[in-house]
């Protein structure tokens, strides 16, 4: 995050408060409604959550311990029986919301679909049975490498109803970063298509999966399930490849929900953190579906009536939470676009809007920031009436951005959702509810009932109002993630071991800094790990220095991120070469190219910069402070004493 925009939310000092008549029709119609809920969520958690789990959920069989906590490993609704896909499809069939549209979805050629819950639940329960011929038992791990199409999220929902934990990998990582995560969770089976349509390009997702799998690079998959999307000419091998149209014909819509405990793994999903290998962060059943069902409900003020979309790609952990599992377990109309915002078509967004009488929009602030560049003619020249809640998540949004998202396209009456959460957190911990919550540009305002939320110091005490410090959540809650798939250790390490434990009770701390103002609203200052937050994505900057040291040039490297107006941050890399190799521009793109390979587009550096050492400690640390300091132009900050070479920083700066 830029110091300017530190500087402004520091600043910031505007109120909004809902307007009345929307909170007379809100889900949560006021700040003492909230405050009640909270007070209730905190002094008898288990009950709280248990009352929900009852009222909002269908259990095939109810469980005989709301929580059990043994720190840091958490069960929800032991022994509960529950089966997702059914609280997302079939307890929909039995009303009339069987004809409703669950999924409306719009391709970025133009093409559009839309299921009803009838059709989404036959679609899923083909899908599952065709996993089933396959070989795919309960407890064996499905990887999903698709682009937005319906049957990216009728895959998880598959998956979900047979009981085998999806991996998603978003479809812009690359066939290395791909290989991996299908390695790590040991995938059976994968499903992909041939390709998927983004920005006027196709992607080429099937040649990506058949290099990952080449040379037995992935021994665990046995078959690859291919939907047919953009018709280009794929590589089929025999016995392994099989064409979803192909078994979709002849699948039986028959496949009973699998009775899933509600602690069984519901799906793997990986994210980046301070070492160079990915995480797989594990998240279980019961307390998830509703966590993710009940802040979908609250946070977005879900009716029966809304047009919902969410413009994440199904690959991240927003658009598992909060397009697909919350959404469709409250019945709701989930909208999937396929396209991203684009300059040869920079209206996309507000014209499927328009189309569909979008009521609520969910969004990231980076694509707000290209929005506003593009210009305001393009939301002005749509109607936008139908919206009546915006969102917005991934980093924090800069007041600016916040006052054109309320005014240009909430026309000054939406109510702006910022939430703040993670994929570690399964769903929204910090955010405003619509109708109770007013909102400050730039703060994700409150926790959500059931989250204690704090700012603390690294002994884990608290610190004063507007302090700065790091952000923990002080109990458990049901959509928190398990474990590190296979790795508990690591799990402890990363998320419990930094924040000393308080009088006997574990913090969790998520990575975030943040302060928290006189009135109680947490203002998030970005991660302060050595995690970068590339529009909206997290990208370890161990990973980028693994891709770029596994090319034969490269000695050492050190990357840091560096603000940037439209992404919030850039990959910035400081590279020392071996001998026989020299700097030139040449070798600058070959590296990042290199780095695309290894990982995918979204970690392409920005600006890579040879250096003939690295400011290392005496100990050989290398210090990232003055990169970070370097790559945004400024001035160098902090000790100086404990480095090992002076020179070394004399000749980083003369190189700027
Ligand atoms: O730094 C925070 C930032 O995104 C991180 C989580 O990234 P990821 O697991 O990829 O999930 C993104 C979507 C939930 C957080 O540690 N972040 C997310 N939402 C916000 C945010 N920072 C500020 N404000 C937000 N609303």
């Known amino acids: 995050m830029s110091e300017t925009t530190i500087e402004s939310i520091l600043q910031e000092k505007r109120l909004f408060a809902p307007c009345s008549e929307f909170s007379q029709n809100a889900n949560i119609k006021s700040f003492a409604e909230y405050q009640q809920l909270y007070e209730q969520s905190i002094s008898d958690p288990e009950g709280f959550w248990a009352n929900l789990a009852e009222t909002e959920l269908d259990w095939f069989q109810k469980w005989d311990r709301v929580l059990d906590w043994q720190p840091p490993f958490a069960k929800w609704f032991v022994n509960g029986k529950i089966n997702i896909s059914y609280n997302c499809l079939d307890r929909h069939l039995t009303t009339w919301r069987k004809n409703k549209a669950a999924i409306i979805w719009e391709g970025e050629p133009g093409d559009s679909r839309t299921l009803t819950y009838a059709q989404l639940h036959r679609e899923v329960c083909q899908m599952a049975n065709v996993f089933k011929q396959l070989g795919v038992k309960k407890g064996d791990r499905v990887g999903i490498y698709m682009p937005m199409i319906p049957e990216a999220a009728i895959a998880m929902l598959a998956c979900a109803r047979i009981g085998a934990p999806h991996s998603v990998v978003f479809g812009g990582f690359s066939a290395e970063a791909l290989k991996a995560r299908l390695q790590d969770a040991e995938a059976k089976l994968v499903v992909t298509a041939d390709g998927g349509f983004r920005k006027d390009k196709v992607v080429p997702l099937k040649d990506a999966l058949d290099e990952a799998l080449s040379n037995n690079g992935v021994p665990s998959v046995e078959n690859v399930l291919v939907v047919q999307r953009t018709k280009q000419t794929i590589?089929?091998?025999?016995?392994?490849?099989?064409?979803?149209?192909?078994?979709?014909?002849?699948?039986?819509?028959?496949?009973?929900?699998?009775?899933?405990?509600?602690?069984?793994?519901?799906?793997?999903?990986?994210?980046?953190?301070?070492?160079?290998?990915?995480?797989?962060?594990?998240?279980?059943?019961?307390?998830?579906?509703?966590?993710?069902?009940i802040t979908t409900k609250w946070a977005f003020d879900l009716k029966d009536t809304d047009v919902y979309w969410c413009t994440a790609d199904v690959g991240w952990i927003t658009g598992h939470s909060y397009i697909v599992y919350g959404p469709l377990s409250n019945g709701a109309t989930s909208l999937m676009y396929e396209g991203a915002p684009r300059a040869s078509n920079p209206g996309c967004f507000w014209d499927v809007i328009e189309k569909y009488g979008v009521t609520i929009f969910y969004t990231a602030p980076t694509a707000i920031r290209a929005f506003i560049k593009m210009g305001d003619e393009h939301p002005n020249a749509r109607d936008l009436s139908s919206l009546r809640i915006l969102g917005t998540v991934g980093e924090p949004i800069n007041p600016e951005a916040w006052m054109w998202y309320h005014k240009v396209i909430g026309g000054e009456r939406c109510?702006?959702?910022?939430?703040?959460?993670?994929?570690?957190?399964?769903?929204?911990?910090?955010?405003?509810?619509?109708?109770?919550?007013?909102?400050?540009?730039?703060?994700?305002?409150?926790?959500?009932?059931?989250?204690?939320?704090?700012?603390?110091?690294?002994?884990?005490?608290?610190?004063?109002n507007n302090q700065g410090g790091y952000l923990v959540i002080k109990h458990p809650w049901p959509s928190m993630m398990r474990t590190v798939y296979k790795d508990d250790d690591r799990f402890r390490r990363t998320y419990w071991e930094h924040i000393l434990p308080k009088n006997g009770k574990y913090l969790y701390f998520a990575g975030d800094g943040a302060r928290k103002d006189e009135d109680g609203y947490f203002w998030i200052m970005g991660r302060v790990d050595d995690v970068m937050n590339i529009s909206g994505h997290r990208i370890g900057t161990m990973e980028v220095e693994s891709a770029l040291v596994s090319h034969p040039a490269v000695a050492e490297a050190a990357v840091v991120g560096r603000p940037d107006e439209l992404k919030g941050e850039d990959v910035y890399a400081f590279v020392t070469l071996e001998g026989s190799y020299q700097p030139s521009e040449a070798l600058k793109e070959e590296l990042k190219k290199h780095v695309v390979k290894e990982i995918g587009a979204i970690a392409r550096p920005g600006e890579i910069r040879f250096a003939d050492a690295l400011p290392k400690t005496r100990s050989g640390k290398i210090i990232r402070r003055f990169l970070r300091n370097l790559a945004a132009g400024q001035e160098l900050v902090g000790d100086i004493s404990t480095m090992e070479d002076l020179s070394v920083l004399d000749k980083l700066r003369e190189g700027a």
């Not at 089929?236 to 009973?256: F, T, V, Y």
């Not at 109708?435 to 409150?446: E, F, L, M, N």
């Open 235 to 293: 590589n089929m091998q025999e016995g392994r490849d099989h064409w979803w149209h192909e078994l979709h014909a002849q699948a039986s819509i028959n496949c009973p929900p699998e009775p899933m405990d509600s602690e069984d793994l519901l799906f793997i999903l990986y994210t980046s953190g301070t070492t160079g290998k990915p995480k797989g962060v594990v998240h279980t059943t019961g307390g998830y579906n509703l966590y993710t069902h």
């Open 415 to 464: 109510p702006i959702v910022d939430t703040w959460w993670q994929t570690e957190t399964g769903g929204f911990m910090i955010t405003p509810l619509p109708g109770a919550t007013s909102t400050k540009p730039g703060s994700a305002t409150r926790p959500f009932p059931g989250i204690i939320a704090d700012v603390v110091d690294l002994e884990g005490n608290s610190v004063g």
